[in-house]
């Protein structure tokens, strides 16, 4: 059985490199999910602050690995700063005691972009 990894952000400039590496290999059954742009047929399409649709996706999927690549630029952070501290402080906290209850294991990629 192969593990499932799953990349949210897969639209965005990491996200879709990370994706398209793990695509490439035989190894995983891969997942992914973006807030508006389909990368794949079968690209899921949710907005992260939709927190109790996000979190059910992800327990639904149950992957063994999350790799989160979301995150709000400065340009996106000035323009709606809550919007950025959700997203790119909050996020990750939760997606963290996620992973956890569901035995996964959490990959947090960022850049000095989102701060």
Known sequence: MKD???VLGSAGLIGHQVYNYLKDSDNYELHNMSY????QDDT???DARDEKNFIDKITS???HYIINCIG?????SDKDPE???FLNS??????ARLADEINA???????DCVF
């Open 4 to 6: 499932k990894v799953l």
């Open 36 to 39: 508006h742009h389909k990368i």
């Open 44 to 46: 899921i399409l949710l």
């Open 61 to 63: 999927i149950r992957p």
């Open 72 to 76: 709000i630029l400065i340009n996106g």
């Open 83 to 85: 919007n950025a501290i």
């Open 90 to 95: 909050y996020m990750p906290h939760r997606l």
């Open 105 to 111: 294991k959490l990959i947090h990629i960022s850049t």
